[in-house]
């Protein structure tokens, strides 16, 4: 019964979703404030069928109804409780669910936090986003129903499957699914800017916490991920290239270009149609990220099901979508005046030129995702692009992004004296250099180089944002003065950005110092053998049954002792079999630290009580991820920035603009 | 052309350039690193380059696979149900490996006809079937049934 009331609940939602989409568009079109009224009604509407729907199929997995097919796949009754409601966006089925779910989230909250937007423009956004719901939960309804029952019922679940019954992974996909769908914000306000032909200040303003909010989540997201698959997977990596990995990545990427520019349109009206373009792609990546997981085209990790009539309707979709709005971009954009002019040299084209690097490295991302595809499409034979190429690719394009980033904070806008900055950097540039040349030099082998360009360009950010911090500083009197910055207005957008910048610093030494100095060995080992590893030495201990709630596993124990003979750390990977699902899988023992992770993992029996395992020391692993943290955390300052919330005087938010506005056309 | 544009002009160049220069690298990167797959029919047939990174894939054949002393260095055979190619691996295979189940490797052909892995992947469905190796069986299955077929007439 309650199965039926969810996908009833689905249907109506799906209804509500029709009437968002088209009524209030057609009554801001032709001035009917009863039309454009319901847009706020019809967003409410939508989100608690949707709700009411997830619920019941939450309500499907606690109460272990296998005879639902969805919960009879990835349900069971052994489940531990917590498992059971991430079960529901286990597979693909239920994470279409929460897409949609959290699609209707964000259009409720636009509603709600959007009440000093004119009644019009809210209600093209709304309707914008009613239209990309009707994708999906037609989408669902048409293609993958996570209600369709099966009979007879078995009377046990299939489990989900026990790479997934983790936290890290209970938590990774909603996050990620918030800062995919979080896009289709920043991409709605694009489109109802391109309908109404008002594209200004004002709409950057109304935009850009909301994109800001999205990429936050993107990028915990996709640290999440990361994290995951490092200590879950059981071989020490974080990032693999993988097409769906990518397909995080690339939104990530132009979203990242997306908060940049935006912030060059709202300070400056410039760059407006570039800004409208990167909202319209950043979006679309997102869609093709998802068209890549879903239709299985791709050989993924993440990949669930394989199936051409999904993948086709995803694909027509994904036509409509990018095809449409890129349409309605080269129709209305010509009309888009041009904004506040600027110099050749100043922070404005510091901005666009990390705007355009971003766009290249999302571009080899793309090629590097799609080229198995294309080669296979066009009969060249089957190909996978490696790791390495990924990787030099990023080692190119990432000292010119950091070297422009060192610099953007410092510059000014409109009109920036080249050797001033020059003069200002002096110090930065001294110390990056001093500070690489001098890690690199002593031990001059193939990966202290990569390390010292990789500290240098870490010195080059930190020293630069804190050159910023000063010159910000020589204004304000005092410790008062200081104190009272942190509150005043605009704060949390510069606060926001020298975190966040600083993550990016932690990031690169973190990676740099894992690819390269990294020590991994494969070993056999038998009881009471010992083996020295990176200055510490591990001894087995050997390996034991133990058991958990769903599964039998091979526990091991490996002492870990450092140079003086102290012991540090005691590990106890494990072998897992699950009891459902009967697959082995690896359960890392890790040491974590804040200067190196010790991460050992359990290969397999080979009698006798020996075992092979898998040995590993990590320098700094964990920077990447305090990277990743510190980026979120500081787009969530800027995102909560005051002014964001003062924006009730509109006039004082267009003035700017209109004035640039103004003198443009005086002198044209 | 004023000066000032003339110094424009050669900016935004020296950018384009720079642009250029990088893509240029980046795609020859892509030239090198990309890895083609080929089928044990296809690297027994001689069309697989030796010396360079390739995939193979298929299935693993039951009873073929060796452990040598060391615990570690492993050989093993994988066909697709044609054509069968020995594959030698030292390190620890994927929880999902198993004798009977679809696999791609990556790594180089010796001479020797040897494959040498420097990586073996299994994924982490047991019911999947790596695309690839799926479109060899078939093709395997394809050719003998219109074999068969042929006889038949």
């Known amino acids: 019964m309650i199965p039926e009331l969810g996908n009833f609940a689905l249907i109506l939602a799906l209804c509500l979703a029709v009437v968002l989409a088209t009524v209030p568009m057609i009554g801001s079109l032709n001035n009917t404030p009863g039309w454009v009224a319901l847009a706020r009604p019809a967003a409410l509407g939508q989100f608690t069928f949707l709700l009411i729907s997830f619920a019941c199929l939450v309500n499907a997995f606690l109460s272990n109804d296998f005879s639902v ?32 779910l959290i699609l209707g989230t964000w259009t409720v909250a636009v509603s709600l936090f959007s009440r000093k937007l004119p009644a019009e423009v809210l209600a093209r956004v709304l309707s914008v986003m009613g239209m990309v719901s009707i994708g999906f939960i037609s989408f669902m309804l048409f293609t993958s129903n996570p209600f369709d029952r099966i009979f007879p019922a078995p009377l046990e679940g299939g489990d989900l499957n026990p790479l997934l019954q983790d936290f890290g992974l209970a938590v990774h996909p909603p996050m990620l699914y918030m800062g995919y769908v979080g896009l289709s914000v920043a991409f709605s306000f694009a489109i109802a800017a391109l309908i109404g032909g008002k594209l200004d200040a004002a709409w950057a303003r109304w935009s850009r916490p909301w994109t800001l909010i999205a990429w936050v989540f993107l990028t915990i997201g996709i640290t999440l991920g990361s994290w995951w698959a490092y200590y879950e997977l059981g071989w020490g990596g974080w990032w693999f290239w993988d097409p769906v990995e990518n397909a995080s990545f690339m939104p990530w990427l132009v979203a990242t270009a997306l908060i940049h520019s935006l912030a060059v349109t709202e300070k400056r009206g410039a760059f ?39 993948g086709l309707f995803i694909l027509v979709f994904l036509c409509i979508v990018i095809g449409g709005s890129l349409m309605l971009y080269a129709w209305r954009a010509p009309d888009v005046t041009s904004g506040g002019k600027f110099d050749l040299f100043c922070r404005e084209t510091l901005l666009l030129g990390n705007n355009v690097l971003l766009v290249v490295i999302t571009a080899f991302v793309l090629l590097g995702t799609l080229a198995p595809l294309i080669y296979d499409a066009m009969g060249w034979g089957k190909i996978s692009v490696g790791f390495p190429w990924f990787t030099a690719m990023f080692v190119i394009f990432t000292p010119f992004l950091v070297f422009l980033m060192g610099m953007g904070p410092l510059a000014r806008w409109k009109k920036q004296d080249p050797a001033d900055l020059a003069r200002q950097l002096r110090i930065a540039l001294l110390v990056s250099i001093g500070g690489g040349v001098l890690l690199a030099l002593p031990l001059f082998h193939k990966g202290s180089v990569s390390m010292g360009l990789a500290v240098a360009l870490s010195l080059w950010v930190v020293s630069s944002l804190l050159l910023s911090l000063r010159q910000r500083f020589r204004y304000r009197k005092g410790l008062s003065g200081v104190l009272k910055d942190f509150g005043a207005r605009g704060s949390g957008s510069y606060y926001g950005m020298l975190i966040a910048h600083l993550g990016i610093a932690f990031f690169i030494i973190g990676i740099t110092s894992v690819t390269q100095f990294d020590v991994e060995q494969d070993i056999r080992m038998s009881p009471g053998q010992t083996v020295d590893l990176a200055g510490h030495t591990f001894r087995f201990e050997g390996a034991k049954a133990v058991r958990g709630p769903n599964y039998r596993a091979d526990q091991g124990t490996i002492r870990v002792f450092n140079a003086d003979g102290k012991e540090v750390a005691v590990l106890s990977p494990e072998k897992r079999t699950y009891t459902v699902q009967t697959r082995p899988m690896t359960e890392a023992g890790i040491d974590a630290g804040f200067l190196r992770d010790i991460y050992v993992s359990l290969g397999e029996t080979l009698g006798n009580g020996d075992w092979s395992l898998r040995l590993y020391y990590k320098p700094l692993v964990r920077w990447i991820w305090l990277g990743g943290i510190l980026m979120g955390f500081g787009g969530l300052l800027a995102a909560v920035d005051r002014r964001y919330r003062m924006a009730s005087r509109p006039e004082t938010v267009a003035a700017p603009a209109a004035a640039e506005r103004l003198a443009t056309q005086s002198r044209s | ?17 720079g642009v250029a220069i990088a893509a240029g690298f980046a795609l020859q990167a892509f030239n090198e690193n990309l890895m083609f797959f080929y089928t044990p029919s296809e690297v027994v047939a001689g069309e697989a380059p030796t010396g360079r990174m390739i995939r193979v894939g298929g299935l693993v054949t039951d009873g073929s696979v060796q452990r040598q002393s060391d615990g570690l260095t492993v050989q093993f055979d994988v066909t697709d149900n044609d054509k069968t190619i020995t594959v030698q691996y030292t390190g620890i295979l994927p929880d999902l490996f198993r004798e009977g189940q679809g696999i791609v490797a990556h790594g180089q052909l010796q001479e020797d006809q040897l494959f040498v892995a420097a990586e073996v992947l299994a994924k982490h469905d047991e019911n999947y079937m790596p695309p690839e190796v799926a479109d060899a069986l078939k093709a395997t299955h394809d050719a003998a049934t219109s074999d068969n077929a042929k006889k038949v007439n």
């Open chain 1, 69 to 100: 097919l969805y919960v009879a796949q990835n349900g069971n009754s052994q489940l531990p409780v917590i498992y059971k409601v991430s079960a529901v966006w286990g597979a693909h089925e239920g994470s279409l669910l929460l897409w949609a």
């Open chain 1, 272 to 310: 407006k149609r570039w800004t409208v373009l990167l909202a319209l792609l950043a979006f679309s990546l997102s869609l093709l990220g998802t068209f890549l997981v879903r239709s299985g085209v791709l050989t993924s990790v993440h990949s669930f099901a394989a199936d051409p009539e999904r």
């Open chain 2, 1 to 17: 052309m004023t000066p000032k544009r003339k110094k424009r002009m050669m900016l935004i160049g020296l950018m384009l350039a």
